[in-house]
């Protein structure tokens, strides 16, 4: 079977991890200073700072935001439920605005008719490694004073113009999961250019200790910070990301010419100047006979790891769906996420199946795969 996710884990992981090993020190201390200044450089901002894992690092972001009870939060509802659940968590209203049926993708048009009093940030997702529409989700926030954090969990080294996703908003989160474009196991970053949002961050994760360290706090917070153990992992994945991230937009690539001809078979649209990092590769199926589910089962008969992620957007999911029995639901007035009909999400999520893109595909495996593709579908 093709998996449809490998990490590369190699002799420079093992040194790394058995030199903090053999340092005594395995809480986060210098070497997750050192991941921190090399992710900052390779994402183009001023700050990053390690986090538990990509929940913990949007939870200590929208925290560092000061999102408060009965605000609301503009994101995507096409996307992994812990985009929603940290807006959730921080008794703070997830508001899901539909995506773009091709980037699958929040629909920037669409945020402007979203935005309320009550707005206080948007939370836009770089879905499967392609980028959202930063620049015009920007120029709105700004217009509305509101704030942008951009969930960059699924998207390391995706880029708009040159410019890496991480970098466009007033701060950003990113996960290095165990199947994630460059990983850890479990662990996560935080980036951003505002010395007060990082300096937010610094105590939140820490449970409000000064920089000095030590007893003394000065604000609530939590025990998000990462060790310096998973930190020497991130170090060596963050050397091999250009190179992964190349190998993944060359399969998409080949992957994108060889279903060209194929009408039934839709990619999802990389806009001008955009670049994926293909963390996932997902075209949409649209054909009379054979649906998605049947396809991935005839691509798991074939070798071929395949699956779909999100056919329950998360205004579909029990937990939106039973809302009024979440602690907050008290004190914050919820949408009935039920008459929510977000239909481009729903069509996406009933439609895409996900089949390997990552760099362990060789050329044989990906001419496998397009070729049971193409001879089912043609
Ligand atoms: C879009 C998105 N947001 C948030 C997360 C949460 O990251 P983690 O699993 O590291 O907590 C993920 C992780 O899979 C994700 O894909």
């Not at 250019?193 to 937010?200: G, N, Q």
């Not at 310096?228 to 190349?246: C, H, M, N, T």
């Not at 729903?346 to 760099?359: A, T, Y």
Request: with cysteine.
């Amino acid at each position: 079977m093709i998996p449809i996710a490998k990490p590369i884990l190699g002799q420079q992981e093992i040194e790394a991890v058995v030199e903090v090993l053999k340092s005594g020190f395995l809480a986060e201390g210098k070497v997750s200073r050192e991941f921190e200044k090399a992710f900052a450089e390779y994402v183009g901002t001023e700050y990053a700072t390690v986090a538990t894992n990509g929940t913990a690092a949007l939870s200590t972001a929208l925290d560092a935001l000061e999102i408060k009870p009965g605000d609301e939060v503009i994101t995507t509802p096409f996307t992994f439920i812990a985009s929603a659940n940290t807006i959730a968590m921080m008794g703070a209203v997830p508001i899901f605005v539909d995506i773009d049926p091709s980037t699958y993708n929040i629909s920037p048009e669409r945020i402007e008719g979203a935005i309320t009093e009550k707005t206080r940030a948007i939370m836009p997702v770089h879905i499967f490694g392609m980028p959202a529409e930063m620049k015009r989700i920007m120029e709105i926030a700004e217009d509305h004073d509101l704030f942008v954090l951009e969930d960059a969990c699924q998207a390391h080294g995706a880029e708009i113009d040159g410019k890496k996703v991480g970098s466009f908003a007033h701060v950003s989160a990113f996960s290095f999961y165990a199947t994630k474009n460059m990983m850890t196991g479990e662990g996560g970053m935080i980036t951003t250019d505002d010395e007060e949002i990082y300096d937010r961050c610094l105590m939140i994760k820490n449970h409000g200790r000064g920089k000095k360290g030590g007893y003394s706090h000065f604000r609530i917070g939590y025990n998000n910070r990462m060790m310096d153990l998973v930190s020497a992992i991130g170090i060596e994945q963050l050397k091999r990301l250009p190179g992964v991230v190349k190998a993944r937009r060359q399969n998409a690539a080949y992957y994108d010419d060889m279903f060209s001809e194929l009408k039934s078979v839709v990619p999802q649209e990389e806009l001008k100047n955009f670049e994926s990092s293909y963390h996932v590769y997902a075209p949409l199926l649209h054909h009379e006979e054979i649906d998605r589910d049947k396809m991935i089962d005839l691509l798991k008969k074939h070798e071929v790891g395949s699956r779909s992620v999100y056919a329950l957007p998360c205004h579909k999911q029990d937990t939106y769906l039973n809302i009024e029995d979440w602690r907050w639901a008290e004190f914050v007035d919820y949408p009935d996420y039920s008459e929510i009909s977000l239909p481009a999400s729903e069509m996406v999520g009933n439609k895409h199946f996900e089949i390997p893109v990552h760099p362990g595909v060789s050329k044989e495996d990906r001419e496998h795969i397009a070729h049971v593709v193409y001879e089912t579908l043609s």
